[in-house]
């Protein structure tokens, strides 16, 4: 795995938005470039629709084979 996320992306992103399958995918893909869940998702209601977010992790590299 890279040491750092493909295409400059951050180390650290928060996904937000309606809680439907373009949100489910943006997670998805996410997960397949290599980055990880970090914590738990979150959920609120904002009148109209339900809003979600859920933060991701570039993983760090092995501390012990950076020389």
Same mark, same amino acid.
């Given at each position: 795995?890279?040491?750092?996320?493909?295409?400059?992306?951050?180390?650290? %992103? =928060?996904?937000?938005?309606? +809680? +439907? /399958?373009? $949100?489910? %995918? %943006?997670?998805? /893909?996410?997960?397949? =470039?290599?980055?990880? =869940?970090?914590?738990?998702?979150?959920?609120? $209601?904002?009148? /109209?629709?339900?809003? !979600?977010?859920?933060? =991701?992790?570039?993983? /760090?590299? +092995?501390?012990?084979? !950076?020389?």
């Amino acid at each position: 795995m890279p040491a750092s996320p493909p295409n400059g992306l951050p180390r650290y %992103r =928060l996904l937000t938005g309606r +809680d +439907d /399958e373009t $949100f489910c %995918r %943006r997670v998805s /893909e996410a997960l397949a =470039l290599g980055y990880e =869940l970090y914590g738990s998702p979150a959920a609120t $209601f904002n009148g /109209e629709h339900v809003v !979600v977010a859920q933060a =991701l992790l570039w993983p /760090e590299g +092995d501390p012990s084979s !950076v020389r």
